[in-house]
C-alpha cells in the first residue's frame, strides 16, 4: 500500500518522474502552449459541454443568489447545494494556476521539461469540466468563481516563493484536493440518486479530475526530498483548516474534510477510489 508521506528515494523519483511525463503524453496528447490547452483534452470537452437532453429544473434566483454570496441560513436543497459546490470547488485553484502560469512556463522552457506546465493546463480543464455540470441545468457559468481576497493574496504570494518552500505546499493542496473531490463523489451519488442519467454525469466529470489529481499528487511526491515530506505534513492541517471556509456550500453539503488520518489512508489504499480510476491513473 502507498504511504503517501513516506519518502522516495532519488532512483525510484527520477523514474517515477520518465514514466509521468510519458502517461501525461498519452493521456493529454500534445501541448498548445500559446493556447494553453492540451489536444486530447479539448476533443474530450466537446462531451462535457454537451447538456443533457432533458434540462433539469433549477430556482435561478436562488442559484444566483447563493453564487454570488452564500448564506447557510436560506434554505437551499442538497441538489442546489452540490451544483454550487461544483462550479466553486475550484475556484482557489484555478486563481492559483493564473498566478503561476508563468514562472512554471519560464523553468519549463529552461529545463526543457513540459511535466509540470502540462500539469498545471490540466488545472484549467478542471475548471471547465466542473463549470460544465451547469450547463444541463440550463445555466452557464463561464468564468471560475474568484476566492475572497484573502485567499487570493495569499495565493499570489505562494506564487513568488522559491520552489523550497511552494513545493511542500503544492503538495498539501493537492492531498487536500483529492480529499475533496472524493468527498464530493461521494456525497453526488446520495444527492443524485434520484436522477441515475445526472449523477452518472457528475460522477465522469468528477473521476476525470480526480485521475489526474493523482497524477499530481505523484508529480509533487516525485520532487521532494525528506524535509519536503515532513513539511507537507505539518501543512496539511494547516491548509485544510485556512481553506475550510471558502467554498462553504460544500460544509453544508456535509462533504468538508479537514483530511483526518483516515481520509489520508483510505486515499493511499485505493479504498474510496472508483475502478475507473484506479485503472487509469498514475500513482506513485
Ligand atoms: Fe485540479
Ligand atoms: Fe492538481
Sequence with gaps: MLDIFRPLPPEARRENLAAYQKFLIDRDGALDIEKQQLERRE????????????????????FNAQYASFDANVATPPELLLLLALVKVNAAEAFGVTQ??????????????????????EETYHT?????????????VTAP???????????AGVAYTPELVSRPLTLAAEILGLC?????????REVLR??????????????????DELGHMSFNRACLGPAGFA????????????ISGVVPEIRALGAGTLVS?????????????????????FLS
Design 43 to 62: 476533443a474530450g470537452m466537446r462531451r462535457y459541454e454537451k447538456p443533457l437532453p432533458r434540462m433539469r429544473d433549477v430556482d435561478l434566483d436562488l
Design 100 to 121: 503561476v502560469f508563468e514562472a512554471i512556463h519560464r523553468r519549463a522552457v529552461k529545463n526543457n521539461d513540459m511535466c509540470e506546465l502540462t500539469l498545471v493546463v
Design 194 to 211: 434520484h436522477d441515475p442519467e445526472l449523477r452518472d454525469g457528475v460522477e465522469e466529470r468528477l473521476c476525470e479530475v480526480i485521475t
Design 261 to 281: 488520518d483516515d481520509e489520508i489512508t483510505s486515499l493511499a489504499s485505493c479504498r474510496r477510489l472508483p475502478e475507473q480510476v484506479v485503472r487509469s491513473a
Design 145 to 155: 468563481y474568484k476566492p475572497p481576497a484573502a485567499l487570493r493574496t495569499l495565493i
Design 128 to 140: 471547465r469540466i466542473l463549470l460544465s455540470t451547469a450547463l444541463s441545468y440550463g445555466v452557464e
Design 180 to 188: 475533496s473531490f472524493l468527498n464530493l463523489l461521494e456525497k453526488s
Design 231 to 242: 513539511q507537507a505534513r505539518v501543512l496539511l492541517p494547516i491548509v485544510a483548516r485556512g
